[in-house]
């Protein structure tokens, strides 16, 4: 501790000697190469020396003044080449964003309907990925897999190129004026026109949950970011799905991006008898342990626990498989792994991105930016590490092509296979 004292005390009295960009690049590369403690193998110290020698050429003109402007390009660059997505820059519009999604409030800022959708090879028409809970897509029932045909009688086939396409939609929205949507949707390619407005809603996600005409209940958690909703959300859910008789669970974290520890953990325990993560960090200097059982949650950090009921607490008991994908990233794998590892559901995809046994920790910069790291190395309850990535049980690639010209979700098919039902239209 000694050491790391003076080597900050060293670096911060050096720190007002330098141009901004240099005092931005300096606080950056010091992080990186004291609390990286992630996959890659690279020397950090040659990594941010190398780059210290571009950030020279690039201020050279302007030495003393060059801005963090300058900086932060060479900065992501830095970070890129340790190719962890764990470990990455954020503006501090990003940051920003963040924070709000953290709080559970993270407003639009413009008209929305709360879509993604994304080009289909060979068309104009547009594929809908995902959907926000709540948004007016949601509401007016638009759902994953439906294709956009044509925006207020336009076909977008007629548009030039899959840009204008994109464009004429979110114009079409951002008029404030009804939006009539023709959507083609299922197997059966059944066409619709669904009339919808844009508003500025929240961006932030939560658990959703949809039972099915076939008593199938399928549980969606996007990410884990909104501080002290999330895990609760879910146990809500699995209560619901419950009361309402649900004959058995699909619980869909395709493009789960992860988020908050403590909300993955009080997820995991709506689906494990003992939801467990225990972290280190490079040093081995901090560990933290969060164990939930019974419906109590206990977090100890360096031999000092701390504990608290979970008077919301459900636990899903009937057939169970979940659903991933390669944009299933951090928490989403966290939770994935677990089930598998206890043996409560096969996962049901492809392999998943693969940050699965780091957490990040972001570190706030001079610019009003910040930089997130991988900090922690993740371990099961008996110290075997968590899994780089969740690995399925039973493979189903999605195919964009295939869901835009069929309707077919395949891996929800063969999810609903595992769970021994046929599949029905939803």
Known sequence: ??????????????????SPAQDLFDQASFYVEFYYNGPARLNLKELTTRYQLELDQACAPQKDTCPYDQAVPIIQRMIEELKDNHTYYLSPEALRSTRESRQGNAPSRALRIGITHVAIPGSRDRLIVDVVEGGPADEAGLAYGDRIIAVNGRLLNDLPDENQAAQFLVQAVQTGRPVVLTILRGPERQRLEITLTGREINLARFPSLKIRPDGVAVLRIPDFDAQGQVGRKVHELVREAQQKGARAMILDLRGNSGGLLNEMIISAAAFLDEAYVALADRYQTERTEFRVRDGRITITRNGQSESANLPFSARWRGPLA??????TASGGEYLASAIQRARVAPLVGVPTLGIGNTTTRP???????????????????????YPERATPDIVAETSIEQLANTGRDLPFEKALEALGIKSASR
């Open 363 to 385: 570190f706030n910069l001079i610019n009003g930016g910040a930089i997130s790291i991988s900090y922690n190395r993740a371990y099961f309850a008996d110290g075997t590490p």
């Open 322 to 327: 979940v659903l991933i994908d390669s944009n």
């Open 1 to 18: 501790m000694r050491k790391f004292l003076a080597v900050l005390a060293l670096w911060a009295a050096s720190f007002s000697l330098a």
